[in-house]
């Protein structure tokens, strides 16, 4: 059981962590702070939060424990509005896609306090984001990801694994490296690609056009092109080099199937196709929820 969470950052993450910790019992308190006041009005309206901060510092005051919920791009400017009131025992968490990124930031300015902080990735989401849209379930049954440091204190990073537990998540543990590695390869890229595939119908001179005959199969693809645009313009650039790595790996394989269709080379075009279906089929998404965009 925590005394007081303090959320910086009231949208769709913050607001869910909320809620979760409290339909299961874990707090008793919930401040929170957000850039924009109608933000933590409407937070503490909905019985988000109970007390609403006037800055991110204050969100931490008397919190012992801490979501970051913000943009990866503002999590060092965030620890510097905070490092001042972050006592002893404190837990500190984030929700940030990018972990190499933001582990950086923490040891340039949280200094002693570092063994506070547990970065964490919770692979869940909406493409309706904001605190109007936070679930009380969206963390359950998800994977959630924590990268601790060296410095990392046990006794926190055993509370946050038991805090995500509690709340329904299946909690896994990578070094920064593999997660932002792997997260690359499975969301960045996909993301990249479904961005990069609408505008390259959209903008046709007969994209409406082809657009109005688009079905499911368009429609699945492209889903995740719908997502919030400053997320995830702030992922791909804080996990370029990742993802630049995987998008030559796509190239390649692209490249090999251009290649066999050019040359009429059936064989080789359907012992591609056949490879993708075959291992797609016999592949099964851990923690599987239609609504996840992360």
Excluded at 100 to 116: P, T, Y
């Amino acid at each position: 059981m925590f005394n007081q969470l303090g959320v910086i950052g009231c949208g769709l993450m913050g607001g869910s962590f909320a809620l979760a910790l409290k339909r299961a019992g874990l707090v008793k308190r919930v401040v929170g702070y957000s850039k924009s006041p109608s933000t933590t009005e409407k937070a503490k309206r909905l019985g988000i939060i109970d007390t609403i901060a006037e800055s991110a510092l204050l969100a931490v005051s008397g919190s012992d424990i801490v979501l970051i919920a913000v943009p990866v791009a503002a999590t060092e400017s965030t620890f510097k509005a905070i490092r001042h009131l972050i006592e002893p025992g404190v837990l500190i968490m984030d929700v940030g896609s990018t972990k190499r990124d933001v582990v950086d930031a923490a040891r340039r300015v949280l200094k002693e306090h570092i063994v506070s902080f547990v970065p964490a990735h919770p692979i869940a989401g909406k493409e309706s984001a904001g605190i109007g849209h936070a679930d009380a379930t969206l963390y359950n049954g998800r994977q959630v990801i924590l990268t601790p440091l060296p410095q990392t204190s046990p006794e926190l990073l055993q509370r946050a694994t038991d805090c995500w537990a509690a709340i329904g998540s299946q909690v896994l543990r990578m070094t920064p490296e593999n997660h932002d590695a792997a997260f690359a390869a499975v969301s960045h890229l996909p993301h990249m690609l479904a961005y990069a595939y609408f505008n390259s119908v959209a903008r046709q001179p007969a994209g409406r056009d082809y657009l109005s005959l688009a079905g499911p199969g368009f429609r699945d693809f492209t889903r995740i092109a719908a997502s919030d645009v400053a997320v995830w313009r702030d992922i791909l650039m804080s996990n370029r080099e990742e993802v630049l790595k995987q998008t030559a790996r796509f190239r390649h394989a692209l490249d090999a199937m251009e290649h066999a269709m050019k040359s009429g080379n059936l064989e080789a075009l359907e012992d591609m196709i056949r490879s993708a279906s075959e291992a797609r089929s016999g592949w099964q998404m851990n923690a599987a929820k239609p609504n996840s965009n992360r």
